[in-house]
């Protein structure tokens, strides 16, 4: 390869596929690893037949640091956007080593893989939950972080571990992301979110309720200070969320160091609301009942998007209506994801 790539970590994954699709729509070079453990290679085959191109794909852990050196190696890398990570926030409060082990000594392995390789631009997913329970919305990302399960403070742990990097050495640059609620699915209908087992996030769990696999959706709590009483959240198409992380690894060539981002559309909406426009785009009322509160959860997360939008000069502009119709759209078409689909990924492709 002549031209140098970005390799993206987690690239598999929900997010991860839809922005290798992105920068492969726009021409740039790009190496895949993930280690499959929450994703399938099927969804590689998939990117494949969206943008017609072929993928160079490894099954690598980041905790693997030769087989990391190894891909640095063969290839030529000029940033890394770091997708890799388990997510799942109950999970994260019952096995926390679990989390701090693969988010945390995972990303040190592979900043330490980078830096042995000489490649200093990071884009990094970060999450709206180091904010806690912000004291101000919509949210700047000058507010103070406080992360309130063992998830989110992988997350603000690894924040801190790349900044001091950026601050001790020359010439690294990194990119915070901070993502608020992703949601929706590619256009094709055939990329999504895959969760596997019961879905704890809304947007899944509602598209499941839609296909039959589950009865009701539960709300968590009615009593939050919000005009329904449910809670609010910024839910940004994952399409956009994608393209996003192009913006960032464009504003790497201007040296920035590390700068934080908050990536949302800076519209809240609560969890009645977003059952209706999810109906809207079923074209029926799916059940709900009202439950008490989820522990943990916070009243309102809604993203100030305004320095993206300014230093990126990026902004989510897909609406909520799109983003349901393209979740359902690839919940009706897949209703088991890519649990079906056949094949074995290749150790190296
Ligand atoms: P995902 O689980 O679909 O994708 C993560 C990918 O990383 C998966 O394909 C998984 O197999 C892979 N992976 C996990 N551990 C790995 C390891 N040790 N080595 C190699 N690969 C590994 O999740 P997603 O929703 O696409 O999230 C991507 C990133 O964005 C994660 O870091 C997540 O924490 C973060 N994030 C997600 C959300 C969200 O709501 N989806 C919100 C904020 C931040
Ligand atoms: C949204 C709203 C729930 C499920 C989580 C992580 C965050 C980020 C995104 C990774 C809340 C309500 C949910 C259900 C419900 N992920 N809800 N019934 O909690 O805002 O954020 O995912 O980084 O870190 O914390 O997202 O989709 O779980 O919940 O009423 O069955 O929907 O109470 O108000 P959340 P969510």
Redesign the pocket.
């Given at each position: 390869m002549s031209e140098k790539a970005v390799l993206v970590t987690g690239g598999a994954g929900y997010i991860g596929s839809h922005t290798v699709i992105e920068l492969l729509n726009s021409n740039q070079s790009v190496v895949v690893i993930d280690n499959l453990t929450n994703s399938s290679y099927e969804a590689i085959r998939r990117i494949e037949k969206i943008t017609e191109k072929k993928v160079i794909f490894y099954k690598v852990d980041i905790l693997d640091k030769k087989a990391l050196l190894e891909v640095f190696q063969r290839h030529e890398i000029w940033a890394v956007i770091h997708f890799a990570g388990l997510?799942?926030?109950g999970e994260s409060t019952r096995i926390p080593l679990d989390y701090y082990h693969n988010n945390i000594t995972g990303t040190v392995l592979l900043l330490e893989a980078m830096k042995e390789s000489q490649v200093k631009n990071i884009v990094f997913?970060?999450?709206?939950?180091v904010y806690g329970d912000p004291a101000v919305i919509p949210i700047p990302e000058t507010l103070p972080t406080g992360a309130t399960?063992p998830?989110?403070r992988t997350?603000q742990f690894i924040e801190h571990i790349i900044r001091d990097l950026c601050t001790a050495e020359e010439n690294w640059n990194a990119a915070l992301l901070r993502?608020?609620?992703?949601?929706g699915a590619h256009p094709s209908g055939t990329l999504g979110e895959n969760p596997l087992g019961i879905?704890?996030?809304?947007?899944?769990?509602?598209s499941q309720v839609a296909i039959g696999k589950r009865e009701y959706?539960?709300?968590?709590?009615h009593d939050?200070e919000t005009p329904d009483g449910?809670?609010?959240?910024d839910y940004i198409n994952v399409v956009d969320l994608a393209k996003g992380h192009l913006a960032a690894l464009n504003k790497m060539k201007d040296g920035p160091g590390c700068v934080e981002y908050n990536l949302g559309t800076g519209r809240g909406n609560?969890?009645l609301e977003?059952i209706h426009a999810f109906n809207k785009a079923v074209g029926r009322e799916l059940p709900?009942k009202l439950?008490d509160?989820?522990p943990?959860?916070?009243r309102n997360?809604t993203a100030n998007p305004a320095k993206a939008n300014a230093e990126l000069h990026w902004k989510a502009e897909i609406s909520l209506d799109e983003t349901c119709a393209s979740l359902w759209n690839w919940q009706s078409k897949n209703p088991n994801g890519l649990e079906d689909c056949p094949g074995e990924a290749p150790a190296e492709s």
């Open positions: 997510k799942a926030v997913s970060s999450s709206a939950t399960n998830y989110g997350k993502y608020f609620n992703p949601a879905p704890n996030n809304l947007m899944p769990f509602l959706l539960s709300v968590f709590g939050y449910t809670c609010i959240r609560t969890v977003m709900y439950v509160r989820r943990g959860d916070v997360l």
